[in-house]
């Protein structure tokens, strides 16, 4: 009997309140990782109109280290507003205007005695569990909802960079319903797409331009059910966004950053942490394991959890599930798994060359799924040996 059903991914664009604030807090930590690539830092952003606030504890070598940065982050925040298209005069957030505070103080001591233990051995930044997810619906082992809700987004920076385009504005956000059937992404059904505008453009003309010039060139006629729908600006006319419309936190798009809810979530955000902080790191590593087993041809799905207990540096647990699609059992995957892959922090920093300021581009549009060689957590050098290990 077949099976159908319908799962849909979301994606927002890099001038949403809540990317801001993510790329507001990844940006500080790549400054702070230029200056010293074993800063520690945890840092949150906060949107609204007219006011930006800056948050959280850090710790760089030297004694005016902290200094430095808390110096830097203000002209850093307005030159990122600039560079996503918040312009002088616009409504909301004007970056030469709006109030800029920051709130950051050091790292608290006991975390970080805790966190480098005696030998120099590193341990989890914090206690947690994290998921990486891969499946072979596209080229780059992501889910098909979620890639192509990113594309539709990249599509809407690219265009509204545009002078025919002048109308549009960075706020955005896409939605793609996907049909599957027997556990396989057959067609499009339905795509959402809201977009913040400006001048006299009727919705009309805002209705034909964004399907035919952003939706379409993204969802390929092949993907197209007979009767797709598309929806643009499903509420309304969208004139007020930005963080004028709405207020934008660190974090809170943590479904939009990983695998549009394709797999679990353990909670933690991304945006803004060292790469001590295994909420981030272990995140990066579960998704190259995972990505590993499904090039390996180990499972067409697969999933993997690691979990941590601050200040130790083994995992508390490992589990792989290929979801009935392996070749091999999951026992056997993740001894695999613990036999070619070193999952401590420092393992993981070290093997995916994680002390560099790479972050800021990692903030929009999704943490996987990217052809971008600084993210290393996307390449597969390890096929062979796994391949070996497994026994295939």
Known sequence: MTESWLFTSESVSDGHPDKLADRISDSVLDRCLQLDPSAKVACETLLTEGLVVLAGEFRLSGEDGLETVRGELEPLVRQLLRDTGYHAGFPGIDPET??????????????????????????????????????????????????????????QRV???????????????????????????????????????????????????????LIEPVIPPSLRAPEIRYLVNPAGRFE????????????????????????????GAFSGKDPTKVDRSAAYAARWVAKHLVAAGAARRCTVQLAYAIGRPDPVSIRVDGHGT??????????????????????????LDLRRPIYAATAAYGHFGREDPDFTWEQTPRIDVLQHALGL
């Open 240 to 267: 007020i966004g930005g963080p004028e419309g709405d207020t934008g936190l660190t974090g809170r798009k943590i479904i939009v950053d990983t695998y549009g809810a394709s797999c679990p979530h353990g909670g």
């Open 326 to 351: 392996g070749l091999v059992s999951g026992s056997r995957m993740e001894q695999a798994v613990r036999d070619v892959f070193e999952l401590t922090p420092a393992g993981i920093i070290r093997d």
């Open 98 to 155: 709006c109030e800029v505070m920051v709130r950051i103080h050091g790292q608290s001591v006991q975390i970080a005695k805790g966190v480098e233990r005696e030998g120099g051995v590193l341990g989890a930044g914090d206690q947690g569990l994290m998921f990486g997810y891969a499946c072979d619906e596209t080229p780059e082992l992501m889910p098909l909802p979620i890639q192509l809700a990113h594309r539709l987004m990249q599509r």
């Open 159 to 213: 265009l509204r960079r545009l002078p025919e385009f002048a109308w549009l504005r960075p706020d955005a956000k896409s939605q793609v319903s996907v049909r599957y059937t027997d556990g396989r992404p057959t067609t499009v059904e339905t795509v959402v797409l809201s977009t913040q505008l400006q001048g006299t453009i009727t919705d009309a003309d805002i209705e034909e331009a964004t399907i035919r010039h």
